[in-house]
Each structure stands twice: as C-alpha cells, then as structure tokens.
C-alpha cells in the first residue's frame, strides 16, 4: 500500500521559512516525478511545484517562484519544499502527490497534507 506522509507545516511570521517533507512508504519515489499542490480555504487547489524523478525538471507557479525550491533525495525516499519569504497569502494546506512520469498529465496517490499558516 503506497502511503505519502507529509511534515513540517507549521504558523511562522511573514518573511519566515519552512521545510517540508514528503516521505513515501510502499512506493520507490525515485521512479516518479512528485508534485506539491496547495489549497487555501475557499479557493481551489493549485500546483505550488513540482519535480521530476532525477531532480532535473522542476515546475513552479509564478506566485512562488524565486521563494520556494523543490528538490529530493531518492536515497531517503523523500521529497522536499523549501518556502521561503514566506506571505499571508501562502497560508494553506499543503499536499504532495505523485505521477507516474513528468509528461503525465493526472497525479496518483497523494499525502494528507500539512498546515502552514503564515501570519502578518
């Protein structure tokens, strides 16, 4: 059974920073690329970022690029989303899920997600 398990929400100050951690049990994320989505409350849920199995390919929605930064490390089966500079408006439930290839155009299995609420 594939299980994602997201960590490291949490409420930090605008202008702080967060790590999160995507873990994966069940399944080698090495051979997926792996996506991170937010959903605020009352809006839809968009795609923050993304990457692909090697770390060569990296997606990011304009209204994070140049504060976030994704990356893994198949070695420990995880995936991770620096946020940075964080604002307000950053303040959702972030969820990581997984595809089976970059060109795929649905998304899997997902995590439960992980609370962050930046304050101002």
């Known amino acids: 059974q594939v299980q994602l398990v997201e960590s490291g929400g949490g409420l930090v100050q605008a202008g702080g920073s967060l790590r999160l951690s995507c873990a994966a049990s069940g399944r080698t994320l090495s051979n997926y690329a792996v996506g991170w989505f937010r959903q605020a409350p009352g809006k839809e849920r968009e795609l923050a970022a993304a990457i692909n199995w090697a770390g060569t390919n990296t997606y990011y929605a304009d209204s994070v690029k140049g504060r976030f930064i994704v990356s893994r490390n198949n070695a420990k089966n995880t995936v991770y989303l620096q946020l940075n500079s964080l604002k307000p408006e950053d303040t959702a439930v972030y969820y990581c899920?997984?595809?089976?290839?970059?060109?795929?155009?649905?998304?899997?299995?997902w995590g439960q997600g992980t609370q962050v609420t930046v304050s101002s």
């Open positions: 899920a997984t595809k089976t290839n970059w060109y795929a155009k649905n998304y899997d299995y």
